[in-house]
T-cell receptor
């Protein structure tokens, strides 16, 4: 079974500063994908960044980067130059990679508040 | 290009009633998954539909059922509603491919269900 752990219920960051949101995972799968989503109060899950288990380089998407440490089973999200609009819930998720579509397993999330 | 659309956005039901939620996937997507997100939790996988059949199911009772139509749209039905069914119900669509890349899963804004 897969499990995602996000140990930070809430985080505060000053505008323009960088912040790291922690995510650890547990799986017996050899091939898997790790995701980060942003959920504003409207409810929609907005895809931010993806890391495949066999990707050797850490994923980056604009101000988002994923610090992937496979041996430690961690996939932390780093947001650089925080903006007020980054205030939201952030979810780490994973799924097994195989043919077809496997379901996503989510953590409990971290609420990020950006302070002006 | 319309993304994933869900209806209704908000609804209130009484214990014991039945509810139907609807989802239209993103254009070009043929697989629909449903998730339940209780307050303060991450989304939990309910089930997935492809080619009008339920393909995978999470740990949810038979009161939760679904349907997929030839145009790939989907319905989630919940019978005999309980107070604990109050949650945000998210629909996600994706193409049925053997490849995995993070940005192929798209979520709708969800349907907020309150059971009183």
């Amino acid at each position: 079974a897969q499990k995602i752990t996000q140990t930070q219920p809430g985080m505060f960051v000053q505008e323009k500063e960088a912040v790291t949101l922690d995510c650890t995972y547990d799986t017996s799968d050899q091939s898997y994908g790790l995701f980060w989503y942003k959920q504003p109060s409207s409810g929609e899950m907005i895809f931010l960044i993806y890391q495949g288990s066999y990707d050797e380089q850490n994923a980056t998407e604009g101000r988002y980067s994923l610090n992937f440490q496979k041996a430690r089973k961690s996939a932390n999200l780093v947001i650089s130059a925080s903006q007020l609009g980054d205030s939201a819930m952030y979810f780490c998720a994973m799924r097994e990679v195989k043919s077809g579509n496997t379901p996503l397993v989510f953590g409990k999330g971290t609420r990020l508040s950006v302070i002006a | 290009d319309a993304g994933v659309t869900q209806s209704p956005t908000h609804l209130i039901k009484t214990r014991g009633q039945q509810v139907t939620l609807r989802c239209s996937p993103k254009s070009g997507h043929d697989t629909v998954s449903w998730y339940q997100q209780a307050l303060g939790q991450g989304p939990q996988f309910i089930f997935q539909y492809y080619e009008e059949e339920e393909r995978q199911r999470g740990n949810f009772p038979d009161r939760f059922s679904g349907h997929q139509f030839p145009n790939y749209s989907s319905e989630l039905n919940v019978n005999a509603l309980l107070l604990g069914d109050s949650a945000l119900y998210l629909c996600a669509s994706s193409p049925r491919t053997g490849l995995d890349s993070g940005n192929t899963i798209y979520f709708g804004e969800g349907s907020w269900l309150t059971v009183v």
